[in-house]
Nanobody, 127 residues
Framework: QVQVVESGGGLVQAGGSLKLSCAVS????????MGWFRQAPGKAREFVAV????????YYVDFAKGRFTISRDNIKNTMYLQMNSLKPEDTAVYYC????????????????????WGQGTQVTVSS
């Protein structure tokens, strides 16, 4: 089993920055990739970014390109999402997820590609 726990959410003004963290524990050696999703009220959960733990290969959704950066620290078993130039439409619960197989990670990056999920952390961007 793998456990993932997010942290770092909060309230920020538009144009500000936040850095989310995702700590992984348990059978971390079985984690091939980790991703971030988000879900706003009344909307479906949507993909934000993913990183391959071994090589650091990354993919981003269009709205995240140039503003968000995903990274990982394999020594600390932690993944990060640096979010800059935040907008009110970025307001959502952000979820960390882990998958055992990199081959399952491909466009359109859906939640069913992931095996383990955190409880989510709220990000609120005020205008």
């Amino acid at each position: 089993q793998v456990q993932v726990v997010e942290s770092g959410g909060g309230l920020v003004q538009a144009g500000g920055s936040l850095k989310l963290s995702c700590a992984v524990s348990g059978r971390t050696g079985s984690t091939a990739a980790m991703g971030w999703f988000r879900q706003a009220p009344g909307k479906a959960r949507e993909f934000v970014a993913v990183i391959r733990m071994s090589e650091g290969t990354t993919y981003y959704v269009d709205f995240a390109k140039g503003r968000f950066t995903i990274s990982r620290d394999n020594i600390k078993n932690t993944m990060y999402l640096q979010m800059n130039s935040l907008k009110p439409e970025d307001t959502a619960v952000y979820y960390c997820a882990a998958t055992r197989e990199w081959s399952r990670v491909y466009y359109p990056h859906t939640p069913d590609q992931y095996d383990y999920w955190g409880q989510g952390t709220q990000v609120t961007v005020s205008s």
